[in-house]
Nanobody, 120 residues
Framework: QVQLVESGGGLVKPGGSLTLSCAASGDIFSIGARGWYRQAPGKQRELVALVTSGGNTQYADSVKGRFTISRDNATATTYLQMNDLKPEDTAVYYC??????????????WGRGTQVTVSS
């Protein structure tokens, strides 16, 4: 059974920083791309940042220069360093692992989400 567990969300003032973590557990042979998505109330879920298995990264225009995604393959953990946070960054943040290979299958997995609230 593969699980993704996010942590690190919370309440922060505008201009502040947070680091989100997403730990994958289970009998995992390999993982493809790792990503962070977010969903604000009344809006669709959107891609925030992505890091491929080869280390290439991709960011939403709204977070470029402020957020940094990274992955530690040894611990199967993905991080999202968020700096200069703005009220419009408020959302539930979800991590995703693409093409997770286990003994039985290859499929994508989602975490349950962690709330990030940016407010003074």
């Amino acid at each position: 059974q593969v699980q993704l567990v996010e942590s690190g969300g919370g309440l922060v003032k505008p201009g502040g920083s947070l680091t989100l973590s997403c730990a994958a557990s289970g009998d995992i042979f390999s993982i493809g791309a790792r990503g962070w998505y977010r969903q604000a109330p009344g809006k669709q879920r959107e891609l925030v940042a992505l890091v491929t298995s080869g280390g290439n990264t991709q960011y939403a225009d709204s977070v470029k220069g402020r957020f940094t995604i990274s992955r530690d393959n040894a611990t199967a953990t993905t991080y999202l360093q968020m700096n200069d946070l703005k009220p419009e960054d408020t959302a539930v943040y979800y991590c995703k692992a693409d093409r997770v290979r286990t003994l039985m299958a290859i499929r994508d997995y989602w975490g349950r989400g962690t709330q990030v609230t940016v407010s003074s």
